[in-house]
Nanobody
Framework: QVHLRESGGGSVQSGGSLRLSCVASTYLFSDLYMAWFRQAPGKEREGVACIDDGGRIRYTDSVKDRFTISRDNARNTLYLQMNRLKPEDTAMYYC????????????????WGQGTQVTVSS
């Protein structure tokens, strides 16, 4: 069992920045595919970015050149640096671990955090 705890969400104005963190309760963190997802009210959960155990990264098109996913294996922590935020980035952001199958931007993960809210005002 892997527990994930997100933090770093908040309310910012358009153009602002936030950094999300996700701490994982496992010594196997360095072996795990990790990802960030988000879900806005009334919408499906959307893959934002993913990073595998080798450091390979993918982003959804809408956040490319604005968001950066990274991991610190020594601290069992996943990060999402979000710059030039837009109102359409408003959502609950979730950390996910242990990719099961398919595209790493699809929500096929075994473990999920509780989420952290990001609100961007215009």
């Amino acid at each position: 069992q892997v527990h994930l705890r997100e933090s770093g969400g908040g309310s910012v104005q358009s153009g602002g920045s936030l950094r999300l963190s996700c701490v994982a309760s496992t010594y196997l963190f360095s072996d795990l595919y990790m990802a960030w997802f988000r879900q806005a009210p009334g919408k499906e959960r959307e893959g934002v970015a993913c990073i595998d155990d080798g450091g390979r990264i993918r982003y959804t098109d809408s956040v490319k050149d604005r968001f950066t996913i990274s991991r610190d294996n020594a601290r069992n922590t996943l990060y999402l640096q979000m710059n030039r935020l837009k109102p359409e980035d408003t959502a609950m952001y979730y950390c996910a671990a242990y990719h099961i199958s398919g595209s790493c931007l699809r929500p096929n993960y075994k473990y999920w955090g509780q989420g952290t809210q990001v609100t961007v005002s215009s």
